[in-house]
């Protein structure tokens, strides 16, 4: 049996909270209605007291927390249990609540109903001109607003019914709001499903895809950009686009109604974006280089790049690559300084060395970026075969070939040594190999030349290719 309550649920739910979180909590655990237990009173002073509590084992032991709730009383391990259990039932009520009561329709939709029962004409009226009034002034305009649409046209024909009034019918505003609502979901779960099967290999049974695609083609998309951006989310995932037309229109929709989405489904298609605009790089469709600079560009305006203010290693130094690749060095340099804060801090500092190295190589500033290479010193294995690989350029482009030769060796050992992926460690031999074999093939040996020009063609997988024959071309071939 276990000392400490670390691993309660309860504490996962408490360290996710913020001081407000916690203030409103309270509140909450004070009403009567909610909860009427001293003990879960207490055990949230107790939580909430201190900012390093929850983080803490020494104050999470189960006697210490027992001392500040029931002091004076011998421990009960049974009855600090069942005060876990009624603090955790009221902690999650609380957080459904907030849920429930963020969008100022959910209580609105209750009310017209708990109204309409009672047979409060005049109340039930009053509420359902409010409800529509917050579905005017509403800014997102995704599928949960056009379900809460089609719920508050039902309420309302339930009330036309009951009371048997003469006005028209709704019926096609009805049927239009649950349409809405269904289309964007069923793209929207079909992006997914597309998404997962490129990942992982696996088939889906995508119902009725067909019919829906045909009717979403005969809808004016200018009046519903969420419908739109899925739409073109699909369809760049499934249409053959060298131009990147679809990629495109979704990112001026995303540009220009971006805001009709939360937080959550913006960032949600960036990401679908973004991996549209790579599985097509990956296919050597160049128009998409420049489309996954502005995706990215545009995502770091919207702030949805970063989760929680941090982000992740691969997603800075794909950032940093994409722009390279389109020599955009002022930009580049200008994302180093402004963002590299959000990255966690074990990886931060070599991040940013390699970032800069990346950037000072494209430039030929040799003098500034070798230092920080040869500090470069990450854990993931793969990271640091980057950083010596760039090394490995470095000193065939400035013909330091001892230094070549020996880099190339320290690498070598450096593959052997690492768990690495079977791709990975082809990978990086073959870019070591056959750099070795190009600095040993001296000027006007054309025959070796092209033996080599048609070894490097057919070598797979060579993430370096291009530059392995931008060197053989140096030689006049």
Not at 200 to 213: A, P
Not at 469 to 477: A, M
Request: proline share 2%; aromatic share 12%; glycine share 4%.
């Amino acid at each position: 049996m276990s000392s400490t309550v670390e691993k309660n649920p309860l504490i996962s739910l408490y360290q996710s909270f913020d001081k407000s979180d916690g203030r409103r909590l309270g509140k909450w655990l004070d009403g009567p209605t909610h909860n009427q237990r001293e003990d879960v009173r207490a055990l949230h002073a107790y939580l909430t007291g201190n900012d390093d509590r929850l983080y803490e084992t020494s104050a999470l032991t189960k006697t210490r927390i027992w001392k500040r709730i029931f002091p004076g009383e011998d421990f009960d391990d049974a009855r600090l249990r069942q005060t876990f259990h009624w603090a955790l039932k009221a902690t999650e009520a609380f957080i459904a609540y907030e849920h429930w009561n963020g969008r100022a329709i959910n209580p609105q939709l209750s009310l017209i109903s708990g109204l309409r029962q009672r047979g409060l004409l005049s109340a039930t009226q009053r509420s359902i001109r409010k409800a529509r009034q917050l579905q005017e002034r509403a800014t997102i305009r995704n599928e949960t607003f056009h379900r809460s649409q089609y719920q508050l046209e039902l309420e309302y024909d339930e009330y036309r019914v009951y009371h048997q009034l003469l006005e028209k019918p709704r019926f096609q505003e009805i049927a239009d709001s649950l349409d809405l609502s269904y289309l964007i979901e069923k793209l929207k779960v079909s992006c997914n499903m597309l998404f997962h099967a490129r990942v992982y290999r696996e088939e889906f049974d995508v119902h009725f895809l067909d019919e829906v695609l045909e009717y979403v083609r005969r809808f004016d998309l200018d009046k519903y950009p969420a419908l739109a951006i899925y739409f073109y989310i699909y369809r760049g995932f499934t249409e053959a686009d060298e131009q990147g037309e679809n990629i495109s229109l979704l990112r001026d929709t995303v540009s220009t109604h971006g805001d009709s989405l939360t937080a959550i489904d913006r960032r949600y298609v960036f990401l679908m974006a973004i991996n549209i605009c790579i599985s097509n790089m990956n296919l050597g469709q160049e128009a998409y280089i420049r489309e996954s600079f502005e995706w990215y560009r545009l995502g770091l305006e919207q702030d949805v790049i970063a989760k929680h203010g941090q982000m992740t290693r691969t997603t800075y130094l794909n950032i940093v690559s994409n722009a390279i690749k389109l020599k955009e060095y002022d930009w580049t340099a200008g994302f180093i300084e402004t963002y590299t804060h959000q990255l966690e801090e074990d990886v931060r500092e070599n991040t940013e060395r390699f970032a800069r190295a990346r950037l000072g190589y494209e430039q030929k500033d040799y003098d500034t970026i070798m230092p920080l290479l040869v500090q470069v010193d990450f854990k993931h294995p793969v990271y640091n075969l980057l950083a010596k690989t760039l090394l490995l350029k470095i000193y065939y482009e400035l013909d330091e070939y001892d230094a070549l030769d020996s880099q190339i060796d320290s690498m070598m050992t450096y593959i052997r040594r690492k768990e690495l992926s079977d791709l990975h460690r082809d990978n990086f031999n073959n870019i070591a190999r056959l750099t070795r074999q190009l600095s040993r093939i001296g000027p006007g040996r054309k025959g070796k030349l092209t033996a080599l020009r048609k070894k490097v063609e057919a070598t797979s997988p060579l993430s370096d290719k291009k530059w392995l024959l931008e060197q053989i071309d140096e030689f006049g071939l």
